[in-house]
């Protein structure tokens, strides 16, 4: 199974970015996908997902009305459509995958990890 986020970059605050992450190996339709985040010194956090068929998302709270995950299963990719971005949103962003959407925050609970991509947001 293989995993590929790109996209990341650098970026002025107010800015957008859209974060891509391809899929292989698995039966892609089947997990729920989810993007977490992380900076030096401090866990992965839990960012947004969306369920196998794409009917359900859950969102965290810091980028709730600005960020915005889709998905296409005909190309096995997840995207993270960030916009209004802030210097605090500045991480290494990764993909995983899921197959238990009851803990979908918790990043033990993930069966596939991507390498991450970074995003900066400069002030």
């Known amino acids: 199974v293989q995993l590929q986020a790109s996209g990341g970059g650098l970026v002025q605050a107010g800015g957008s970015l859209r974060l891509s992450c391809a899929a292989s190996g698995l039966i892609f339709s089947t997990y729920n996908m989810v993007w977490f985040r992380q900076t030096p010194g401090k866990e992965r956090e839990f960012v947004h997902s969306?369920?196998?068929?794409?009917?359900?998302?859950a969102v965290a709270d810091s980028v709730k009305g600005r960020f915005t995950i889709s998905r296409d299963n005909a190309k096995s990719t997840v995207y993270l459509q960030m916009n209004s971005l802030k210097p605090e949103d500045t991480a290494v962003y990764y993909c995983a995958a899921n197959s238990y959407w009851p803990r979908i925050r918790d990043s033990n609970d993930m069966d596939y990890w991507g390498k991450g991509t970074q995003v900066t947001v400069s002030s």
């Open positions: 969306i369920s196998g068929s794409g009917g359900r998302t």
